[in-house]
């Protein structure tokens, strides 16, 4: 079954510093990968995603993720934090048994930005 | 462009109580998913479906009753509701067809059982 670990529950980072929110997941197969973001007392929004082809993977708001599968990784990065970022952050993976519809989300990331 | 809609935003119930969480979507998506939020577990699926009358288990089912008629709406069910329940409920969709699998998601129910 896959599964997905995000390392650190809370981030916190000053503004104008790089972000970096880790994910690792488990999948017997090649997955897809999924960053959402959650703003307070909202819905999840998708960031990005990953299904095949270039393993850097452009998103919205100016973050990124590296789909590297020899770490099994799929870490999010944004080079200058804004205090806009300051929400919850999810990683997803779908694929294998469970097929592709449906997503396995990790535990998420906090991400505080301070002035 | 109403998206995916979730009704109530909040509500607080009894034990015991049967309560319905609604979901409606205008995208005319075939996948329909239900999910609860809890600190320190993230997002668990509850029930999902596939198309109108397809429906099926996800991690969390226990307790809950789903139900899906028409393509649009994919309402949740708590047949005698417990403490254990207390949660925010988010209703997602999503399209089929292969590299669609991206997921869009409601604004949420937070649900208090007292």
């Known amino acids: 079954a896959q599964s997905v670990t995000q390392l650190g529950s809370h981030v916190s980072v000053s503004e104008g510093a790089l972000v970096l929110l880790r994910c690792n997941y488990s999948s017997s197969v090649p997955p897809y990968l999924f960053w959402y973001v959650q703003y307070p007392n909202q819905g999840l929004q998708l960031l990005l995603k990953?299904?095949?082809?270039?393993?850097l993977v452009k998103g919205i708001n100016g973050f990124e993720a590296e789909f590297k599968k020899s770490e099994t990784s799929f870490h999010l990065t944004k080079p200058s934090a804004h205090m806009s970022d300051a929400a919850e952050y999810f990683c997803a993976v779908s694929g294998g048994n469970t097929g592709f519809q449906k997503l396995v989300f990790g535990t998420g990331t906090r991400l505080l930005v301070s002035p | 462009d109403a998206g995916i809609t979730q009704s109530p935003r909040y509500k607080i119930t009894e034990t015991g109580r049967q309560v319905t969480l609604m979901c409606h979507q205008t995208w005319s998506h075939s996948y329909m998913f239900w999910y609860r939020q809890d600190l320190g577990h993230g997002l668990r699926l509850i029930y999902y479906?596939?198309?109108?009358?397809?429906?099926d288990k996800g991690e969390v089912p226990d307790g809950y009753v789903v139900s899906r008629s028409k393509t649009e709406n994919f309402p949740l069910t708590l047949e005698s509701a417990t403490r254990s329940q207390t949660s925010v409920y988010f209703c997602?969709?999503?399209?089929?067809?292969?590299?669609?699998?991206?997921?869009?998601f409601g604004p949420g129910t937070r649900l208090t059982v007292t």
């Open positions: 997602a969709s999503s399209p089929s067809g292969r590299g669609s699998y991206e997921q869009y």
């Open positions: 479906s596939a198309a109108a009358d397809i429906t």
């Open positions: 990953y299904t095949t082809g270039a393993t």
